[in-house]
């Protein structure tokens, strides 16, 4: 069964920068996976930050970018503002279907 | 503008089945897969499977196979999920989520239906 890990919790000040990471059980994680990133807030359905890796939506803020860090696929917040708080899940695509991450609890402090 | 509208809070008994809807609108609905994602209390997302809307194939989560049917209806734009033989374990926020067909980009996610399963 193929285990998608994010860290469980991280925390970050207001104005700052981090890095969120989803590796793969399987080894290292490539463009090949088409890394989705989603935002969830309490009581609310996800909103989809990253597509492919590195795409934004149209809505989504500037200071979210994503890439591929050390066999893991990344979300780096930059400038991070306390609306940020939030949980963050991955994606992942494998054959046969998807597989989401254990998800990041990200708190603004 | 886009919208996917679930069909609301159910309830049900060990064994029974529950069908969620999911109503698109604001886009050409058969240029769009759908997913269906579960969450569980206080935990992580479950992806369960997808159908395209276009064709009806189906795809499903190894887990849920012989359990799960997604279907479509074009004529009114909503796509169902029927899971049977539930357990308590299946209680959870049930989602659907649209792809642009093929693109493996999740953009729009539905508001969630809650189903709980209780004696």
């Known amino acids: 069964q193929t285990v998608v890990t994010q860290e469980p919790s991280l925390t970050v000040s207001p104005g700052g920068t981090v890095t969120l990471t989803c590796a793969s059980s399987t080894g290292a994680v490539t ?65 046969g279907g998807w597989v989401f991450g254990t998800g990041t609890k990200l708190t603004v402090l | 503008q886009v919208q996917l509208v679930q069909s609301g809070a159910e309830v049900k008994i060990p064994g029974a089945s529950v069908k969620i809807s999911c109503k698109a609108s604001g886009y050409s609905f058969t240029t769009y897969y759908m997913h269906w994602v579960r969450q569980a209390p206080g935990q992580g997302f479950e992806w369960m499977g997808m159908v395209d809307p276009n064709t009806g194939k189906t795809n499903y989560a190894q887990k849920f196979q012989g359990r799960v049917i997604m279907t479509r209806d074009t004529s009114t734009g909503t796509v169902y999920m029927d899971l049977n033989s539930l357990t308590s374990d299946d209680t959870a ?27």
């Open chain 1, 31 to 95: 463009s090949g996976y088409y890394p989705n990133w989603f935002q969830q807030k309490p009581g609310q359905a996800p909103r989809a930050l990253i597509y492919r890796t590195n795409n934004k939506h149209s809505w989504t803020p500037a200071r979210f970018s994503g890439s591929l860090l050390g066999g893991k696929a990344a979300l780096i917040l930059s400038d991070v503002q306390p609306e940020d708080e939030a949980d963050y899940h991955c994606l992942l695509h494998y054959e």
């Open chain 2, 93 to 119: 926020m049930y989602y659907c989520a649209r792809e642009r067909g093929g693109s493996l980009n999740f953009d729009y996610w539905g508001q969630g239906t809650l189903v709980i399963v209780s004696s």
